[in-house]
């Protein structure tokens, strides 16, 4: 089956900067990754998402990118701000399955 | 995007007894799905809740233990039976339309076992 490896799993950045998370999948029939970002008491939020006819997709201040031969897909944060904290998580779902595969997370830490 | 709910939000419960979660979407959407996710940790898929039939069950997880009804498209519950302090979780409800599309999450049940 898919497995998906995400890291860092933490990070820390000043207000301002950019964040980078990255993750690596192994099915190379995986077409469709969404990022979610989960923040204290709630429940995971789509906040961007890609599939593989795709290289690189931007909302505002995020953006995701995907590389298919190498089997790995970024989200790029940046100006991050307080709001920004939060874990995030990366999922890969393979084409013809409607169930993604979830890393592991990656807890963000912005400090003002 | 469907707006997921989810009741109870929280609750403490003797070992023993049994709770049913429900899980309501605004919105007719084809697959609905039930995860755990432990304090810190990933997201664990329970079970595909099927609409009209059983539900489809991961390995580790029994429908003795979990028991899902789906009765519509935009309705199921959970059932956690008999817990014992190891079913301490929080449990999340999503709904999608599958292949290729992105589910959407309610914001869990936090259950504590004591």
């Known amino acids: 089956g898919e497995n998906v490896e995400q890291h860092p799993s933490t990070l820390s950045v000043q207000e301002g900067d950019s964040a980078v998370i990255k993750c690596t999948y192994s099915d190379s029939a995986s077409n469709y990754f969404p990022w979610y970002k989960q923040e204290l008491g709630k429940g995971p939020q789509l906040i961007i998402d890609i599939r593989s006819n795709v290289g690189e997709k931007k909302d505002q201040r995020i953006a995701v990118t995907l590389n298919k031969t190498a089997k790995h897909f970024s989200l790029h944060i940046t100006e991050t701000q307080p709001e920004d904290s939060a874990v995030y998580f990366c999922?890969?779902?393979?084409?013809?399955?409607?169930?993604?595969?979830f890393g592991r997370g990656t807890s963000l830490i912005v400090h003002p | 995007s469907a707006v997921i709910s989810q009741k109870p939000s929280r609750d403490i419960c003797q070992r023993g007894t049994s709770l049913t979660i429900q899980c309501q979407v605004d919105s007719q959407v084809t697959m609905m799905f039930w995860y755990r996710q432990q304090p810190g940790q990933s997201l664990t898929l329970i079970a595909t809740?099927?609409?009209?039939?059983?539900?489809?069950?991961e390995s580790g997880f029994v429908i003795d233990k979990f028991p899902i009804s789906r009765p519509n498209l935009t309705f199921s519950t959970l059932t956690v039976s008999n817990m014992s302090p190891e079913d301490s979780s929080i449990y999340l409800c999503s709904g999608g339309e599958g292949d290729g599309q992105p589910q959407h999450f309610g914001d869990g049940t936090r259950l504590s076992i004591l």
């Open positions: 999922a890969a779902t393979t084409g013809g399955s409607y169930i993604p595969t």
């Open positions: 809740a099927n609409q009209g039939s059983e539900a489809t069950y």
